[in-house]
């Protein structure tokens, strides 16, 4: 009988799975095993907290906050830097609430909690009248200038984490085909603005976290297009070509970060946001985590690099942020991920130990993933 390459890489991972079973001793489903830990099980109260919370908050798109000083129109993202910041906060929200309800199904099978999360897409993405134009042209406007910065991008790096949502919600009859139809249509022309506007043109090419924020949310965009790869191939291009070079150096540091006020912080945020971008762009037949350069660089060594100083703030080996440090350094989704991409059981056990949420806003901003439960598990058909 004529075996296809699908059966193969069936009875292969079975085989690779029984070998580490064998290797490592028995382990139940509910505890997972040292680099796989169980997400559903370990997040499974958190997780219906947030969700549970999330269910009487009624949608807030932009349309509904006024913005004064922006030249733009009602649907368009508008931000300044030290002044309205309606728009960022009600993103932000959104950015907490999909992903909390979303995992919140997936655990449950609840229909209350798909509905509530397709009613803040709906009113965010899809509804004529209120969905948000897929641009953020006017984010952290500087008076007299009437465009916004490179910066303003990263305000929306939690839409990483929306998108990320959406597949999961296809199994709900609150989320018909028609709204994926025009849910993906909004990503595909924010992927549009991501890849031809000047502004974020300059964000991508930043050697810092604002072009790992622009790698994160075109990966994001594009990898709800099931039906063309082209985007994702692209994208995997420019992160084993430029990515890696611009950013990591051959003994894993992040040299853009480490002359900021808060290196440690932004350091831990460009980890994870990369990490994020590993996950979305590699396939089960070539891993985006594996990319290195012949002189060292790739993410292998950059989480090796900053591991130790995640389990000992003290032992990290440059000058201490300048706000909130000791506050760090939280639970970083790169560690469960990197653990699973690497095989490494201290990831994940590190990982298992360090608080999961903070209620400090500027610190929560620096976490582009909340609910790692819908990044280790695949939605079902």
């Not at 095993?33 to 807030?60: F, W």
């Not at 300059?202 to 790992?212: E, K, T, W, Y």
Request: hydrophobic share 40%; with cysteine; charged share 20%.
């Amino acid at each position: 009988m004529q075996i296809t390459r699908r059966d193969f890489c069936f009875q292969a991972a079975l085989g690779t799975v029984g070998t580490l079973t064998n290797r490592l001793g028995a382990q139940t489903p509910a505890s997972g095993t040292p680099t796989r830990p169980n997400v559903a099980a370990i997040d499974h109260d958190r997780i219906l907290a947030a969700a549970d919370g999330s269910l009487t908050k009624k949608p807030s798109p932009l349309t509904t906050i006024a913005a004064s000083g922006s030249p733009g129109f009602p649907h368009d993202y508008y931000s300044e830097p030290d002044g309205f910041v309606g728009h960022r906060d009600a993103l932000f929200a959104l950015a907490h609430w999909v992903p909390a309800l979303t995992a919140a199904y997936v655990l449950t099978k609840d229909e209350r909690y798909a509905s509530a999360a397709a009613s803040h897409l709906r009113a965010w993405f899809i509804a004529e009248e209120t969905a948000m134009t897929p641009s953020l042209e006017l984010a952290q406007v500087v008076a007299p200038a009437k465009t916004g910065r490179p910066e303003g991008l990263i305000e929306a790096v939690h839409l990483a984490e929306v998108a990320q949502s959406v597949p999961f919600l296809e199994a709900s009859e609150a989320f018909s085909a028609e709204d994926r139809t025009t849910l993906n249509r909004w990503f595909e022309s924010y992927l549009g603005w991501l890849n031809t506007s000047r502004t974020a043109g300059l964000a991508r090419d930043s050697r810092d976290h604002n072009g790992s924020s622009w790698m994160l949310q075109a990966a994001a965009c594009a990898k709800l297009n099931i039906k063309d790869d082209g985007p994702l191939t692209t994208l995997r291009h420019r992160f084993r070509s430029t990515t890696i070079r611009a950013q990591i150096t051959f003994d894993g540091t992040f040299p853009r970060e480490l002359i900021t006020p808060n290196s440690y912080r932004n350091s831990l945020f460009n980890l994870d946001m990369l990490a994020g971008a590993c996950e979305l762009l590699s396939t089960r037949f070539e891993s985006v985590w594996d990319y290195e350069l012949q002189d060292g660089p790739g993410m292998r060594v950059a989480v090796a690099k900053i591991f130790p100083s995640i389990g000992h703030r003290g032992s990290w080996p440059y000058r201490a942020d300048s706000a909130f440090f000791t506050e760090l350094p939280l639970r970083r989704p790169a560690l469960l991920l990197a653990a699973r991409a690497y095989s490494r059981p201290e990831y994940a056990e590190l990982w298992k130990t360090l608080p999961s949420d903070t209620t400090n806003p500027e610190l929560d901003r620096t976490f582009p993933i909340r609910q790692p439960l819908l990044w280790v598990t695949r939605p079902r058909p």
